[in-house]
């Protein structure tokens, strides 16, 4: 392998349902300003290459890679857009690193959700346009489809499921950022309204506004940059098949988490992720996503995961704490900025810059990140303290 | 903070509404080459096509013209009439309409296993209640002359 | 090339493929809407032309006054605070004489073509254009480096939008 | 740096209209990619794919329906954009996965179906331009490209049957090509009395609308050797983004390609570009701007290279071919797939494999380059044997 790769600056903005206060190059710049300051002050004259992660209808502009780079600094500079989850964004800046062609590389991602009025007609337009989209239906069906079939599959219960809102949404009231944070009971949950049987209303995350920049280094650039550089030991990402209507196997487990996991785990030199990782980021953009993406991400086996929260063993005390930041479920969706938000917390986490929800141990530390239907692709990343 | 400005009362707050032409997107799809065969089937003598990849001994439902594992091409002798039954994969009960409101009428989506696929569809002639996975059902096609040559030439599975 | 490759994917249809029906279409169209945050620069450009002004902003570091407006300046990355009225005149630096709209339909004889200009804002740092239309000019007449002025809608007419500007016609 | 080859290639039919779907093309360009090397989808380590606009093929998340047939299924895939330069851009990204060290063989996939936009995929290209600002005045494509243009002849003094004459020249190279969509040889007074569409941009001086997909596979060197005696390798990528504040910049050189080709250049150890390369695929999806990325490539002096052409150095017999492939207006322009497809050309010409189009002289050295956004970003990619 070729060289080692770090993250050295973190920077946001937004992180609200609406953001009406500002434009989102004004809201990328302000996330790209904190990232270069947390980098040591960096000048973006500096950074080798950037790379953004959007998709076209998101922002509702046709060629959304045109608007990246004045609010980052990158003005005829290397830039492309991965049209993937900021997570793949990450793994193709620390490519570029590993190439020996580049030493400093951002990373960056943003959602502008708000300014979209019907998010449910953009997502039926990424179905099949000849099998799936004549039923005009609501196209979180799939998600219906998935979560009946994992239950089934698992038996994992309907309250296990409502029981990862609960704790996600209970951890986000430490996390002053988090929007959706709420004390709530299983009932609030199990008895809302159902958007697409067995999944209740409240089983899918929020909406969110916001920007994150993430800078990576090479590890000699990284110790000029910052005394506190959190090192990626090992980042996989896959695709299952993109047709529902081959997704035997996939429909009732998160193939992809699986695949993505494994590359992941044996670049970093991981055998038992459960003892050798110290804490989760995982996508809970539907309650029983986390728990599918716990077994599939080999933290335990299947159909473990509902049982092991009820223990109490995801919780902030837990053996393996989950989601502490509130996940998705208590911080809000950001759409493709969804991948650099789980690595963003855990960075947070490892630097010890975590306020009230700090973990004790926190050395090691994952975070994965789903495309979200109709999609079958996750990317996985494991950081540390220790390279 | 990165800008030394911000808009901090909601009288002075704007959005941009690009009005008529704010984001005009119209395709028009073919079926593709495997597609427009499978729809004929269906549209011409009311039967369902997969198609079979020998090597990896799978049969796609709907049929195509490769298999996703090996990329083999699967060509006209790999075709296979699948029937028109099957038994229920995964379904689910759609409270919600395409724009995010409440349904007067709960509709049935199932992902119906025929062969190696799933094909997915409306579930009719049956109570939500009675649904679960396993479930034997059978296409109801539409009649002859209503059909167009698409999925909804199929006009639901039924229990049976 | 003939050696290893010899067929060619791709099956092309006609037109009457599919005027005859025989291939089967499935249309939709995106029914998305937006409402886009304009921001505090925008809010601010757009805010200005409804009084009849063109703002634009100057960056301490470089002094650059740009168009349209931000709070930032890319170059020298530091934020930017200072507002600069710019003219509503400037200098024609390309043009274009377009017959067709812009879902592609043609311009119809006696309609009048559309002409997209880039022009460079007087008051403004050099070469800082902006994309508008012309108009009062015959389209043979139009020549880069001429001078041209901001035909403005009635005040009443405004609305807070690039289009408060008529066009820009030559002086 | 590791050594990073492409050991196959392989492309579809650029067509006016296709019957197949996205997949299926993609399918169809990766089947033949594979073929042509002699390996399986089990051979290959990851996927990176490209398409431009969703709005074309119609699909939002694109890259993810297409990607089974890109032969992605159970693999790595990401799917990388720059708009109209993502052709070329995708190979970048394919040389970053292999070069990186965490694969050994990447599949590089670009397709578009350009014929499912209605009533024209031209009304699309609206939502490119900035929302707020510019959006209003109700733009098309043709307006940037036509003021590019124009700006460009008026700066150097050329005319516009200066310009129809790369039209001419790689559509007659592209009538040699076997996927190409056209049949008919052009001349410069059908190019220049073409339906003028937004002076100076009349109809012929335009590519048009295709369907189309083409692919590349990339291996490392030590993979490479194992498969070919004739690996073609990349000798460098560079590519580069330029402001979105489009009118701000003065449009008659594309300082765009001039950055991304002293990037690839500097990686290549190339110094003298005009003489060491010996074939350019420059991006043509209109006829000037062939001339325009040449002068960035700095393969040609700026304002000199109507000149040049008119005395054949662009030839396929010249000194420096020109679109051997035909290009976009030679070829047709699916508008991911038209990028990769320059570079299965180079793959061939070095080969020696272009059959009828083949550059004579044993080429060692070739360059594409593709051009996209709101004018703004080149991505360039150095070949060589």
Redesign the interface.
């Known amino acids: 392998?070729?060289k080692r790769v770090a993250i050295v600056g973190l920077g946001h903005?937004g992180f609200g349902t609406t953001?009406?206060?500002?434009?989102?190059?004004?809201?990328i710049?302000?996330?790209?300003?904190?990232c270069?300051e947390d980098a040591g002050g960096i000048?973006?004259?500096s950074i080798d290459s950037f790379v953004a992660s959007s998709?076209?209808?998101m922002e509702?502009?046709?060629?959304a890679?045109?608007?990246?780079?004045?609010?980052l600094?990158?003005?005829?500079?290397?830039?492309?857009?991965?049209?993937?989850d900021s997570l793949?964004g990450l793994?193709?800046a620390?490519?570029?690193i590993?190439?020996?062609?580049q030493n400093i590389v951002a990373a960056s991602s943003f959602s502008?959700v708000?300014?979209?009025?019907?998010?449910?007609?953009?997502?039926?337009?990424?179905t099949?346009?000849?099998?799936?989209?004549?039923?005009?239906?609501?196209?979180?069906?799939i998600a219906?489809?998935?979560?009946?079939?994992y239950l089934?599959e698992t038996g994992t219960t309907r309250e296990q499921c409502a029981a990862v809102v609960v704790k996600n949404k209970y951890n986000a009231l430490n996390n002053p950022g988090a929007v959706y944070a709420a004390k709530v009971e299983l009932e609030d949950i199990t008895t809302a309204?159902?958007?697409?049987?067995?999944?209740g209303i409240f089983d899918m995350s929020g909406h969110l506004d916001g920007s994150i920049v993430i800078l990576l280094a090479s590890e000699d650039k990284a110790w000029e940059l910052t005394d506190k550089p959190i090192w990626i030991n090992g980042i996989?990402?896959?695709?299952?098949?993109?047709?529902?209507?081959?997704?035997?196997e996939g429909?009732?487990s998160a193939?992809y988490a699986k695949?993505?996991a494994e590359?992941a785990y044996r670049?970093a030199g991981i055998t038992n992720p459960f003892h050798e990782i110290d804490f989760a980021e995982i996508d809970d953009t539907f309650s029983y996503k986390e728990l599918q993406h716990l077994e599939a991400l080999n933290i335990c086996g299947p159909g473990e995961a509902g049982q092991l929260l009820e223990l109490g063993c995801f919780a902030p005390g837990g053996d393996f704490p989950v989601n502490v930041s509130g996940g998705s479920l208590g911080c809000g969706y950001l759409h493709e900025a969804n991948g650099l938000q789980r690595v963003a917390e855990t960075v947070r986490q490892l630097r010890k810059e975590a306020g009230k929800r700090q973990l004790p141990e926190a050395e090691t530390g994952l975070a994965f990140a789903w495309?979200g239907v109709?999609?079958?692709?996750g990317a996985a990343v494991v950081l540390s303290t220790r390279p | 903070?990165?800008?030394l400005q911000?808009?901090?009362r909601n009288i002075d707050?704007r959005?941009w509404d690009?009005g008529l032409i704010?984001?005009p997107?119209k395709?028009s799809?073919t079926?593709?080459v495997a597609?427009q065969r499978f729809?004929e089937e269906i549209k011409e003598n009311g039967r369902i096509f997969g198609s079979k990849c020998a090597g990896c001994d799978l049969t796609?439902?709907?049929a195509r013209i490769y298999c996703?594992r090996c990329l083999s091409g699967l060509e006209e002798k790999d075709w296979v009439d699948v029937g028109d039954e099957g038994t229920v994969?995964?379904?689910?009960?759609?409270?919600?309409?395409?724009?995010?409101e409440?349904k007067e009428k709960?509709?049935l989506?199932?992902?119906v296993?025929i062969a190696?696929?799933?094909?997915?569809?409306?579930l009719g002639d049956c109570l939500p209640e009675a649904v679960h996975?396993g479930m034997p059902v059978k296409a109801e096609f539409k009649p002859k002359n209503e059909r167009q040559g698409?999925?909804?030439d199929i006009k639901y599975f039924k229990p049976f | 090339m003939s050696e290893v490759v010899k067929v060619f994917g791709g099956t092309a249809l006609s037109e009457k493929d599919i005027s005859s029906g025989k291939i089967?279409l499935?249309k939709?169209s995106?029914?998305?809407?937006?409402?886009?945050?304009?921001?505090?620069?925008?809010n601010r450009y757009l805010a200005e032309l409804k009084k009849g002004n063109i703002i634009a902003t100057r960056c301490r570091k470089c002094k650059r006054i740009v168009l349209p407006p931000?709070?930032?300046c890319?170059?020298c990355?530091i934020p930017v605070n200072d507002w600069v009225y710019v003219h509503d005149s400037g200098v024609i630096n390309t043009f274009s004489i377009c017959h067709v709209h812009w879902d592609a339909s043609r311009v119809k004889a006696g309609e009048d073509p559309h002409l997209p200009a880039v022009i460079e804002i007087d008051g403004a740092s050099p070469g800082m254009g902006i994309m508008h239309l012309l108009g009062e000019v015959k389209p043979a007449k139009i020549k880069i480096g001429m001078k041209v002025k901001a035909v403005w809608r009635p005040e009443a007419e405004r609305t807070g939008s690039i289009t408060d500007i008529k066009y820009f016609k030559p002086i | 740096?590791?050594k990073v080859a492409i050991v196959g290639a392989g492309m579809t039919k650029f067509v006016r209209r296709a019957l197949e779907?996205p997949k299926e093309l993609s399918f169809q360009a990766t089947k033949t990619t594979l073929d042509s090397c002699g390996l399986t989808l089990d051979d290959v380590d990851c996927v990176a794919h490209g398409t431009?606009?969703?709005?074309f093929d119609?699909?939002?998340?694109?890259?993810?329906?297409?990607?089974?047939g890109c032969g992605?299924?159970?693999?790595?895939?990401?799917?990388?954009?720059?708009?109209g330069g993502t052709g070329i851009?995708a190979i970048a990204?394919g040389?970053?996965?292999v070069?990186?060290?965490?694969f050994d063989t990447c599949l590089v996939v670009c397709e578009e179906k350009m014929s499912s936009a209605m009533p024209h995929a031209q009304a699309?290209?609206?939502?490119?331009f900035?929302?707020i600002t510019e959006r209003a005045l109700e733009p098309n494509l043709l307006w940037i490209f036509a003021l590019e243009m124009n700006r460009y002849m008026e700066r150097y003094g050329y005319s516009k049957e200066d310009m129809a004459l790369v039209a001419v020249n790689n559509k007659l190279n592209g009538l040699k090509h076997p996927a190409s969509q056209f049949t008919d040889q052009v001349t410069v007074e059908d190019v220049v009395n073409s339906e003028m569409m937004a002076y100076p941009v009349s109809r012929l001086d335009v590519s048009p609308v295709s369907d189309g997909a083409a692919a590349v596979l990339l291996a490392s060197e030590r993979v490479a050797r194992r498969l070919t005696d004739k690996p073609v390798w990349i000798e460098g990528?560079?590519?580069?983004?330029?402001?979105?504040?489009w009118a701000t910049r003065d449009l008659y050189y594309p300082?765009?390609t001039d950055?991304?080709a002293r990037?690839a250049y500097e990686?290549a150890g190339i110094r003298e570009p005009a003489k060491q390369i010996n074939i350019a695929e420059p991006y043509d999806p209109f006829d000037y701007k062939a001339l325009h990325h040449m002068e960035g490539l700095q393969l040609s002096p700026r304002g000199k290279t109507v000149e040049l052409l008119r005395d054949g150095h662009f030839d396929r017999d010249g000194n420096l071919p020109m679109c051997p492939s035909g290009g976009l207006l030679g070829v047709g322009n699916p508008i991911a797939a038209a990028g990769t497809m320059k570079v299965c050309e180079l793959f061939w010409q070095l080969r020696g494999e272009a059959d009828e189009r083949q550059v004579p002289g044993n080429p060692q050295l070739g360059v594409a380059q593709s051009w996209?956004?709101?004018m703004?970003?080149s991505s360039v990619v150095v070949v060589g044997i």
């Open positions: 392998m070729n903005s953001s009406p206060d500002l434009s989102y190059r004004e809201m710049f302000e996330a790209a300003t904190r270069y000048h973006p004259q998709e076209d209808f509702g502009i046709s060629i890679d045109e608007y990246v780079p004045d609010q600094g990158a003005v005829l500079k290397p830039v492309h857009s991965i049209a993937g793949q793994a193709s620390m490519m570029q590993k190439t020996g062609q502008k708000s300014n979209l009025s019907n998010h449910e007609h953009l997502i039926s337009y990424a099949d346009p000849a099998y799936i989209r004549p039923f005009n239906e609501n196209p979180y069906f219906g489809l998935e979560m009946n079939r089934h309204p159902y958007l697409s049987a067995p999944l996989g990402w896959a695709t299952d098949t993109p047709n529902l209507d081959s997704r035997l429909l009732g193939r695949l993505a590359k670049m495309r109709p999609t079958a692709t | 903070m990165g800008i911000r808009i901090t707050n959005y690009p704010g984001f997107v395709n799809y079926a593709g597609g729809f796609y439902v709907p996703e994969y995964a379904y689910t009960e759609v409270h919600q309409t395409k724009s995010g409440a709960p509709s989506i199932a992902a296993k190696d696929g799933l094909l997915i569809h409306r996975i698409g999925i909804e | 089967f499935t939709d995106l029914d998305c809407a937006y409402a886009w945050d304009t921001g505090v620069a925008i931000r709070l930032f890319e170059l990355f | 740096m590791r779907t431009a606009p969703d709005a119609g699909l939002h998340q694109n890259g993810e329906y297409m990607v089974d992605g299924w159970n693999k790595p895939t990401m799917r990388v954009y720059v708009g851009h990204h040389w970053h996965h070069a990186s060290g965490l699309f290209f609206l939502t490119i900035d929302s990528v560079g590519w580069s983004l330029d402001t979105a504040y300082r765009y950055t991304a990037m990686m996209g956004d709101l703004q970003v």
